[in-house]
């Protein structure tokens, strides 16, 4: 669903995990994934896009294909991923950075720039973030 003009600019990850917390429910039983679509400035076109839920005891499947038809189907040039672990526990599988590398990929084969994957844990986890950026961790 598209914004207004007053369109909010996201500039750094907590800018943008403030978009996603928005989009969470509060009790968080399973994994959710959303991709939240940007203009080339950093503008939001539109609320996280739910892309995916998993069970309460299984992980979300993350398909690259549907966030990017997703994300252009709103004009998207950039975007930002981001799935909640329901543990609380934002610290990245193996699959998340192979998730975030796959992701990398794709988007630059379908003319998107992949600004960041976040993981959205607990409020109080991750020394009081409570997210991680796995473009902050892989450029490290």
């Given amino acids: 669903m598209p914004m207004d003009d007053k369109r909010v ?5 907590l800018d943008a995990v403030s ?5 969470l429910p509060k009790e968080q039983k399973e994994e959710r994934v959303f991709v939240l679509p940007l203009d080339a400035h950093g503008k939001v076109l539109a609320k996280p896009i739910l892309v995916s839920v998993g069970h309460e005891d299984g992980t979300a499947a993350i398909d690259v ?6 994300a252009l189907k709103v ?9 909640n672990h329901p543990s609380g526990n934002p ?14 990929e ?6 998107l720039e992949l600004i960041d994957h976040l993981i959205i844990g607990a ?6 973030l409570g997210f ?4 902050e961790l892989m450029a490290e």
């Fill in 9 to 13: 600019i996201v500039k750094t990850p």
């Fill in 91 to 104: 610290t990245p599988s193996k699959s998340d950075y192979d998730t975030t590398v796959k992701l990398n």
């Fill in 19 to 23: 978009q996603f917390r928005a989009a």
């Fill in 123 to 128: 409020p109080e986890s991750a020394n009081g």
């Fill in 75 to 83: 004009g998207a040039e950039e975007i930002i991923v981001a799935h």
């Fill in 65 to 70: 294909g549907t966030i990017f038809r997703e």
């Fill in 106 to 111: 794709g988007a630059n084969l379908v003319g």
């Fill in 132 to 135: 991680v950026s796995m473009a």
